[in-house]
């Protein structure tokens, strides 16, 4: 009975994942869904990709939190556009959750739209939120072991994003470790390494969203 009850909540965010998706389609918005432990860089990323590119597209964010505003606070002085979701204990964010969101926003206008998970590796990695794109960020602060403790996020991903590289000269954080681990669990994975600091790296990850913008239109 309590396997039934899971299969059908499952079956219920695939089937809003795919109507929410239908409409970023219809609106041609790039959806790029962030997902990374607590700290890992997920609202810096935003911040630092919205510097760039915001005399440029129209980007919106959704900023998942178990409470508070604090992160949209922040977002607020770079777009108009985001909305916060306090999920009030809930450790991801579902389909429904983003269908409420998108209601308001302008979804017409704009050209990507970054959402920023609940802070976890575990629990998000199941819900399809209708996203084009999925992003694990691992950090160095992290350690380079996350590949092999949390094995599921890093196969279900379109992106590795490695944050914090300014620090790698302080810690013992082992790069061929981390990039062989990712690449056993998905061997055809792009990894980048960046810095949300010092902005390392970032000529790559521009290139990556201006890619899977054009491939949306
Ligand atoms: N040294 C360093 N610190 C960073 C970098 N990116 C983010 N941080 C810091 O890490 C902390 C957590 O970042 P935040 O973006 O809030 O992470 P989130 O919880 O994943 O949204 C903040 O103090 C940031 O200033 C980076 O590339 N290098
Ligand atoms: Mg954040």
Same mark, same amino acid.
């Given at each position: 009975? /309590?396997?039934?009850?899971?299969?059908?909540v499952?079956?219920?965010?695939?089937? #809003?994942a795919e +109507?929410?998706?239908?409409?970023?389609?219809? *609106?041609?918005?790039?959806?790029v869904?962030i997902?990374s432990a607590?700290g890992?860089?997920?609202?810096s990323? +935003?911040i630092?990709?919205?510097?760039?590119?915001?005399d440029k597209i129209?980007? $919106?964010v959704i900023?998942?939190?178990i409470s508070s505003?604090?992160? @949209?606070? =922040? +977002? =607020? %002085?770079?777009?108009n @556009?985001v909305?916060q979701i306090?999920?009030g204990?809930?450790?991801? !964010? *579902? %389909? @429904?959750m983003?269908?409420? %969101?998108?209601? /308001?926003?302008?979804?017409k206008? !704009?050209?990507?739209?970054?959402?920023? *998970?609940?802070?976890?590796?575990?629990?998000?990695?199941?819900?399809d939120?209708?996203?084009?794109?999925r992003?694990v960020?691992s950090s160095?602060? #992290?350690?380079d072991?996350k590949?092999?403790?949390?094995? /599921? %996020?890093?196969?279900?991903?379109?992106?590795?994003?490695?944050n914090k590289?300014?620090?790698? =000269?302080? @810690?013992?954080?082992n790069?061929?470790?981390?990039t062989?681990?990712v690449?056993?669990l *998905?061997? $055809?994975?792009?990894?980048?390494?960046?810095?949300?600091?010092t902005?390392?790296g970032?000529?790559?990850w521009?290139e990556?969203?201006?890619?899977?913008i054009?491939?949306?239109k």
């Open positions: 009975m /309590k396997i039934d009850v899971i299969e059908n499952m079956q219920y965010n695939k089937d #809003e +109507i929410n998706r239908k409409k970023f389609r219809e *609106n041609k918005v790039t959806v869904n997902l607590p890992a860089g997920k609202t990323l +935003i630092e990709t919205l510097k760039v590119f915001m129209n980007i $919106g900023e998942g939190d505003t604090h992160d @949209s606070e =922040k +977002i =607020k %002085a770079f777009t @556009s909305v306090n999920t204990g809930t450790c991801h !964010l *579902n %389909a @429904s983003i269908a409420k %969101a998108i209601e /308001k926003l302008p979804l206008e !704009l050209d990507l739209l970054f959402i920023e *998970n609940v802070g976890n590796l575990i629990c998000p990695v199941g819900f939120l209708g996203e084009k794109a992003i960020l160095v602060s #992290e350690g072991d590949p092999v403790k949390y094995p /599921k %996020a890093f196969l279900k991903t379109d992106l590795v994003a490695l590289i300014d620090m790698l =000269k302080y @810690s013992d954080f790069m061929n470790f981390f062989s681990k690449k056993e *998905n061997p $055809g994975i792009k990894i980048i390494a960046l810095s949300c600091k902005r390392e970032f000529k790559v521009e990556w969203i201006f890619d899977i054009k491939n949306c």
